[in-house]
Structures are given as C-alpha cells and as structure tokens.
Nanobody, 128 residues
Framework: QVQLIESGGGLVQAGGSLRLSCAAS????????MGWFRQAPGKEREFVAA???????????DSVKGRFTISRDSRDNAKNTMYLQMNSLKPEDTAVYYC??????????????????WGQGTQVTVSS
C-alpha cells in the first residue's frame, strides 16, 4: 500500500506558476506508475499527467501539454515525492488536483479507474 499527501496548491493569477508536490509513504513507491488528476466543480475528475516507475516516460493531457511538467524523485525512501510544475496557468486550470498511484495495470494509463490509491487533493485557483 501507499499513502499520498498533496501540497503546493493556492491562488495564482493567469500566466503564473505553481508547483504541486505529492509525498508518498511506503517502500513500494518506486513500483507504481504515478498520476495527477483534477476535478473542477460540476465536472468529472480528469487525467492531467502520469509518469512511469523510472521517471523516463511521461504522459500528458492535450490541455496541459507544453505547460505542465511531471517528475518524480525516489532516490531514497525519504524522497518518495512526485511533482507537477504548472506554468502559464489559465483560469480553466482551476480545480482540485489529486495525485494517485496506479495499481491496475490492464487499464489505460489515462483512466482514473486504474488508480487505486489517492491523495486528499489540493486546491488550485487561477484568477483572470
């Protein structure tokens, strides 16, 4: 099992930047594909980005490609952390952002049903 805690959300003006962090507990962090999802009020939770176990392969939703960067740091157990660097933020990026660990490998990597472990979420608000 893995427990996830997000941080780094906040209020930012359009065009600004934020970096989200996801701290994971448990020795098996490095064995999971990790992802970021977001949910805006009244909308479904949607895929944002994912990163493979080694950190060498990344996946992005078209809406954030070129603006967001996902990364992970698992050099030692004390640094089981994933990040989402968000640049050129837009008001439509406003949402609660969740990190997740993927434990159902037969499900497409962009599908939230493939992720069995979730953090509590962190609010990102982008003002126009």
């Amino acid at each position: 099992q893995v427990q996830l805690i997000e941080s780094g959300g906040g209020l930012v003006q359009a065009g600004g930047s934020l970096r989200l962090s996801c701290a994971a507990s448990g020795r098996t962090f490095s064995s999971y594909v990790m992802g970021w999802f977001r949910q805006a009020p009244g909308k479904e939770r949607e895929f944002v980005a994912a990163i493979d176990q080694s950190g060498s392969t990344t996946y992005y939703a078209d809406s954030v490609k070129g603006r967001f960067t996902i990364s992970r740091d698992s050099r030692d157990n004390a640094k089981n952390t994933m990040y989402l660097q968000m640049n050129s933020l837009k008001p439509e990026d406003t949402a609660v952002y969740y990190c997740a660990a993927r434990n159902r490998i037969l499900i497409t990597i962009t599908e939230k049903s493939g992720y069995g472990y979730w953090g509590q979420g962190t609010q990102v608000t982008v003002s126009s």
